[in-house]
């Protein structure tokens, strides 16, 4: 200390005369008598920077602090004026920003602040931007230079800026960011920590994306429509125009989320050239939801579950259902099954009419057909089941045709089974044993065919409708049971077409398959009968033997694959060969089809009036 009070006692002794006079005159300062009797420029910034900016003079030690500091180079004058502005008797003054910004560029200019200078500084001060930049700023100006060279004072400059001071712009960022996202403004420590973030790089729009899904956030109950107008402030700088907000709602109304929308939002060249001035990177919006990345297929299925149950999917159950058919477009059947089987469906769907509409509407894109409609109605009317019926109508290549439209490729390829065989049962149905035959098939998922007469049909309606619930085939076995080779051509048609308009009556279905009883026909039953003849493969002669050893015998001693075996539904025996029949076929690996399933799956296109006898490869 005493090196400083005698070099500084040595500079009092070169400028004494100039001192004393100044000293008389301020006769009434506090200033220290040796500090007083010297004074000089570096006295008069000291004092000039005090009545500017505390509207005081120095007092106290405050002279020699200052002094000393700035003569021994520890401060310099925009230091001196920082440390100023941070002192407890500047904030003790309670200006307002506007206030110490005019106040500060007067002490560092001796000028007026420029009136959209004024303005952007105090944007930056409501933001959390710290004097300590203004400061900065200015401190670089000709005009301090200036002053400072007037004082002979080294001018210096502003040390050390916090994040937050660095880009005021950003820092400008955050607080709105803050304030959109959070509803409060951020802390000093806040806004530096959010600078100096996205000052590293940290990208703009998935770090939006992060906040929206974050608690704080959600827990505030913000709407979608205020979540989109909070991002368009941020990411645009702007509100979104009533076109944006239309194609907004519209894109949403289809079922996607927020993210869908910020990432639409995100995609406006304003975004990049705002994140390029706040020198910062945009980032783009990451879509994770499944209902986010196939828009095509979202739309789909929140209007087929809008129009199905009346109401629209939850998000979740929106990304459960995309999720499956991305994984296998055919599963649209049992989606479509599964939003039919709510509650709310089954409510708003309860009549078979608005049941039908609504599925033909999302399947083909239209109304019914007429045609289609009346067999359905009388399909679900007597009892086939609304899962049986969507089943026939999802095989209609119009459905396929309507999913492609939607991207789906629902066409399901069949497995083709190793060996597959076609029971079939004549003559019946008869309750007692074409029931015992359905529960044996039924756990097994089995199905056959059963070559009704036409006049059993409305005595064994139940028989019928269990079947073709079950997948089961009807077949035309004439009307009454009559060898077609004993009558002529019309009688023929009578006999097949009475028979086919009783069963389409019961099942909505026309046969698509008739056998001649006996096996019997020739030209005439072959020209008339119009459906393709099937015969059999393996005579199981239950009716002649009555034994169920003797038919389950026949059937596993001779099956082959592509076989059709002929049995009757009127014998217990048959019934209870079969329970045994079944299981031991499937057993050894084949699939029990239908006789239209045989044909599929063997390729063989079935011909109106041909004999088919077996299908055997
Ligand atoms: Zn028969």
Known sequence: MSRHKHGVFGYIIRTIGV?????????????????????????????????????KDPEGEQYGFWYRNIKDGNTTAAGMIEMLSESEEFSEKNYSPEQKLTLLTKVMTGKELAEAEKERYISYLDNG???RRFISDVSKSPEFASVCAQYKITPGTVDDLEPRDLNPELAVFIGELFTEMYGRSPSAKELNVWTQYFREGKQVAPTLQQITVSSDYTSRGVSDDQTITSLCHLMLGR??????????????????????????????????SRCADLDIVPGEINLTQARD???????????????????????????????????????????????????ESREILASDDDFLNAVFEVFYGHEPEQEKITSYKIALSHGITRERVLISIANDPAFDAKMSEYGLDTHIE???????????????????VTMRILDTLEPYGAHATFFVTGDRVNRYKDCIIRATNMGCEVGNHTWN???LTRISGDAVHKQIWDTCDAIYALTGTYPKVMRPVGGSYNTTVSENV?????????????WKYRDSQHVIDEVLNNVRDGDIILMHDLYDTTATAVETIVPALIDSGYTLVTISELAEYKNVQLENGKPYFSMRG
């Open 19 to 55: 001192i004393l006079t100044v000293s008389v005159l301020a006769g009434t300062c506090l200033v220290p008598s040796r500090v007083r009797a010297q004074k000089d420029l570096t006295v008069e910034f000291v004092e000039y920077a005090f009545h500017t900016l505390l509207e």
């Open 129 to 131: 931007v710290s004097l």
């Open 239 to 272: 509100d979104a125009t009533a076109e944006e907000m239309g194609k907004y709602h519209e894109v949403m109304g289809n079922g996607v989320s927020v993210d869908y929308v910020a990432q639409m939002i995100a995609s406006d060249p304003s975004f990049a």
């Open 293 to 343: 990345l196939n828009y095509e297929m979202t739309s789909f299925l929140n209007h087929l579950y809008s129009r199905l149950s009346g109401k629209a999917p939850a998000g979740e159950e929106l990304n459960n259902f995309v999720r499956r058919l991305s994984e296998d477009p055919s599963s649209i059947r049992s989606v479509i099954w599964d939003v039919l089987s709510t509650p």
């Open 414 to 432: 069949k497995e083709v089974p190793k060996k597959v065989v076609a029971l079939t049962f004549d003559d019946g149905p008869y309750t007692d």
């Open 481 to 483: 049971h009559t060898t």
């Open 530 to 542: 119009g459906l393709p003849m099937i015969l059999w493969s393996i005579d199981t002669n239950d």
